[in-house]
T-cell receptor, first 116, second 115 residues
Framework: AQKVTQTQTSISVVEKTTVTMDCVYETRDSSYFLFWYKQTASGEIVFLIRQDSYKKENATVGHYSLNFQKPKSSIGLIITATQIEDSAVYFCAMREGRGSNYQLIWGSGTKLIIKP | EAGVTQSPRYAVLQEGQAVSFWCDPISGHDTLYWYQQPRDQGPQLLVYFRDEAVIDNSQLPSDRFSAVRPKGTNSTLKIQSAKQGDTATYLC?????????????FGEGSKLTVL
């Protein structure tokens, strides 16, 4: 069965520094999609960034980037120049399924605390 | 464009009571998901629909949980005879097949406490 693991329960960093959150996954699919979502204090979950397994380039969106290491089944999220408002819970997820019928398998989340 | 809307935002029940959660997805989104998120855990899929059809309800505790999406738009998740273990946030998400590769759009959730 597919599985997503986030081992870091909580990370605390000082504002304006760079932070990396880890995620490893298990899949038997040759093609798959990996996602990072952010859950804000209000509870809403918002999409941040996606990595397609067949792409060698690491995805980048704004101050979010990914460190995709396919041989290690690893997809780390890097946030540069962190801001107070980046404080949230970050979830790694992997798409499971075929064709148009799919669901996301989620990690347990990493709580990020940005200190002034 | 309006996002995913859920109601109620909060519910507090005694064990054995019933509750219904309502979700209005983004207009035009054909796929709707219900997730259960216990405190300090990731979302866990309960059921999802494509239009009005159930695609996967294998994780839905069928004896007390039910979900419908009769017209392929809004959806209702109902819990009958609630238990303390049902305490969690219930999240609704929607997506449109063919326009993305898995990105979901979430509502703010309905937080359930069963005493």
């Amino acid at each position: 069965a597919q599985k997503v693991t986030q081992t870091q329960t909580s990370i605390s960093v000082v504002e304006k520094t760079t932070v990396t959150m880890d995620c490893v996954y298990e899949t038997r699919d040759s093609s798959y999609f990996l996602f990072w979502y952010k859950q804000t204090a209000s509870g809403e979950i918002v999409f941040l960034i996606r990595q397609d397994s067949y792409k060698k380039e690491n995805a980048t969106v704004g101050h979010y980037s990914l460190n995709f290491q396919k041989p290690k089944s690893s997809i780390g999220l890097i946030i540069t120049a962190t801001q107070i408002e980046d404080s949230a819970v970050y979830f790694c997820a992997m798409r499971e399924g075929r064709g148009s019928n799919y669901q996301l398998i989620w990690g347990s989340g990493t709580k990020l605390i940005i200190k002034p | 464009e309006a996002g995913v809307t859920q109601s109620p935002r909060y519910a507090v029940l005694q064990e054995g009571q019933a509750v219904s959660f309502w979700c209005d997805p983004i207009s035009g989104h054909d796929t709707l998901y219900w997730y259960q998120q216990p405190r300090d855990q990731g979302p866990q899929l309960l059921v999802y629909f494509r239009d009005e059809a159930v695609i996967d309800n294998s994780q839905l505790p069928s004896d007390r949980f039910s979900a419908v999406r009769p017209k392929g738009t809004n959806s209702t998740l109902k819990i009958q005879s609630a238990k303390q273990g049902d305490t969690a946030t219930y999240l609704c998400a929607s997506s449109l097949v063919g326009t993305d590769t898995g990105q979901l759009y979430f509502g703010e959730g309905s937080k359930l406490t069963v005493l």
